[in-house]
Each structure stands twice: as C-alpha cells, then as structure tokens.
C-alpha cells in the first residue's frame, strides 16, 4: 500500500501516564526536566495537510466499503473493527491546525473551537482549531515549576502547577526531592486575571503517582481536585474536594488509595483509585453533595468519563488476566448514574496489549455518544464512535496516531500526533458527517 494512505503504526503512547509508578528521584528529575528543556521545532509539513494526514477518498458521504477507500479500512470478517463503519471524508469537512512539536501532557480542554494544552511543561497555549492563527500563550510559570494538568469550562480555565523541593525551592537549585509542592489555579480567560485557589506540598515518600500528585475537574459552576496527604500517609489515600466558582467548599469525598483521575458533571462528581498497577486497572467511584461518601462502582476500569450533566458514566470493562486475552473484543458500560442501571456497549477493538481504549461520554441532540480510541491489527489506532442507543458506529482513518479526543457543539475534536512525536494537528468533524444512526 502507498505510504500516503497508510495509517501510523504504534501504540506505546496508550499506556495511562499516571499509572507509571517511578522512583522518586525521576519525579524529581522530571518535573525539572520541564524547565529546562529546549522547544524542539515543529516541522512545516510537506503537502497539504489533509492530503497527509487523512485517508483520502473521493466522496464525503460515509459508506462501508466505496471505491478509491483505502483497502485495509474495510474490515473483513473477524477483523477486531468489524461492525463499524470506515469514514471518508472530504477536504472540505474537516478543519484542521499544526500544532507545537513539543507538547508535554494529553491533559487538554474545548471551549467553542479554541483547544487549550501545555506546551514544554511551563506553558499553556491556546488555537483556533481550522484557524489559520498563531497558537496564543495563556500562562507561563517560572523556572523549577511545571504545569502537569488543565480543564476548561465556561470563561474558566484551570490548571496544576508542581515544583520539587516545596516551598522554600530556591532557582539557584531548584530543592530537593525530598517533597513536590502544589498549586491549583483558575484563569478567568475574559479577564486574564489567575488566581490560586488551593496549594500543598506532598512529601516524596508518600507519591504513588509518578507524574502528577493532583488531578482537577471544571465546569460552569464548580471545581475538583484531589488533595494528597502532605506527609508519608500514601496508603490513607486522597481527599477529593469540590468547590463553587466563588471557592466555597461544596463538599469532599475522601478516597482509601490515591486518586489518579478526577471527573465532574452536573451535581455528580467521579474519580478513579489505584486498583492493580500490574493490569492497569483503577477502582471508580461516584459522589455527590447530598451522598458525599464515595459510592463503588461495581466493575474495575482502567479509564472512565462523566457526561457533562453528570447523569451517565461511562468506562471501558478492565479487563483481569493475562495478555493476549482470547477474546480480542472490549466492552464499555454505561451506567445511568442515579439508578446504578449498567448496559454493554461493543467498541470492537484489539486489547491484544493492555491499552485502555478512554472512552468519553458526550451528550448530543441525537443522544448520548461513546467515543474511545479503537485499535486494529498491527497497532492502528483510530478514533471511533456509537451513540448508547445502538444502531450503526464508525471510525475515521487518521493518518497520525490519536492521543485526544472529545465531543463538544456537536463537533468531535481529536489531536493526533506522527510516530516520531514531532508533528501534531488538532483535527475538528461535524458528528453529522459521521454518518452515525
């Protein structure tokens, strides 16, 4: 096949960051490395962009198997894609950006068109997905700090800031590894004015996480973040908080492990707990104000997302054995989260390695839509989609490898990035174009 219209191999990049358990002085050597190294350039592209990074096909209209689509995206019986849909699009239907080569973390947000992320591990920047304008830099944080985590709702933006040696981390030696101090920030992006609204410092013994020791959530009218405990108690877990706007604490969940994602929606809010690292599972909870103990879900995941309303939750079936497993397939449940009720929804899709397929769950005016990354033979990766009422799924041939995704304005944005990590394009559909019944 031309190598125009094969997709990238590889699915190393799957693996849930925050399951990397390291020694402490590589989190320290880490979160320094985010200041101190260089931006490398981001290539110009060769061709047009879509002709590179998108499987060509002569038509728009989404059709299982049309002339001109390139062979390998018709799934033959057996095929782990099996009973979705390949996608062709044309030129015209999608908007893309190039992105910054060097950005640091999957951790990104939506509002409208403008796709926030963290770029060298000090900065956060802004584009215009399908605008033909220069990404814009929203916050920078000084040398020995780093920005690990992002969410984005309303004309709010938040964010984590890190830093080894705590407090008292001087620049001249950037402290120590005895502690990681942290911060947690909102940005009224109307105003531009930040403002920190929670800090701490964790002491290095205690961090289970390698990467990040705070995870946060956003909406319109509230915010999450899980608090680790300051000194060496890892095994007592974290205390999950959720404030309004205005700070006021609304009320806290208090997990029995350490808490490596945090989701909120509506009144609902939802987080995942270490569970077995050596399978990548994570334990997941539920909570709100009126019941603000954490309820267990009954089933481990290894990803999971709260719809915006915070009335359904979905995560992808974790899956407890030994790889290769004998049935390639996966499943994701959707749980309507007021009544506990649970259906399976098939995302066909190879778990021959332990990747987690991240499914989100959006709301949409024809429904509720599961997106997650599908993988195919030989490590493809593509992003797919199914609304929760059945009926027909379907998945894009992207010519880069996926890291990101989301639905929101009834457009699905991904990112998807070269083999290499040197290129990078944010990429914006129509769900209508999908073709989805």
Known sequence: MDEDTTPIYGQARFGRPYLKVGAVVALAAGILALGYLGPRPTPPPASSPTASLLARAPTAAPTAAQPGAPA?????????????????????????????????????????????????????????????????????????????????????????????????????????????????????????????????????????????????????SAYAFSRPPSSVGADMGDAVEVHALDSRLLWVSRAQQPVVDVMLGGG?????????????????????????NPSPVDQPASSASLSPDGMYLTWDVAYQGSFPRPDPSADVAVETVQSGVEIPLTTSTNRIAPAPLRPTISTTDQGMLVTWFATGSGGKVYPAARYTSGGSGAFLPSLQEPVWMTVAGGKLFWVAESVDGWSKVAFVVDLAKLGLT
């Open 72 to 220: 390998d995206e018709v799934a033959p019986p057996g095929n782990p894609l099996s009973g979705l849909t390949p996608v062709s699009l044309a030129d015209s239907d999608v908007k893309q950006s190039w992105l910054p080569g060097q950005i640091t973390s999957t951790s990104m947000a939506i509002l409208g068109q403008r796709l926030f992320y963290i770029v060298s591990g000090d900065q956060i920047q802004a584009t215009e997905v399908g605008a033909a304008l220069p990404p814009q830099t929203l916050v920078s944080v000084s040398r020995c700090h780093g920005i690990s985590q992002l969410a984005a709702a309303g004309h709010e933006l938040a964010y984590v800031v890190t830093s080894p040696g705590g407090p008292t981390a001087q620049v001249t030696n950037c402290g120590g590894a005895a502690s990681v101090s942290w911060s947690v920030w909102l940005l009224d992006l109307n105003s531009g004015r930040p403002r920190q609204v929670a800090d701490g410092v964790r002491a290095a013994s205690s961090i289970g996480v390698a990467e990040v020791p705070v995870h946060l959530a956003l909406t319109d």
């Open 268 to 292: 609902t809010l939802a987080f995942l707990t270490h569970g077995s690292l050596a399978l990548g599972v994570a334990n997941l909870y539920v909570s709100d104000q009126a019941h603000p």
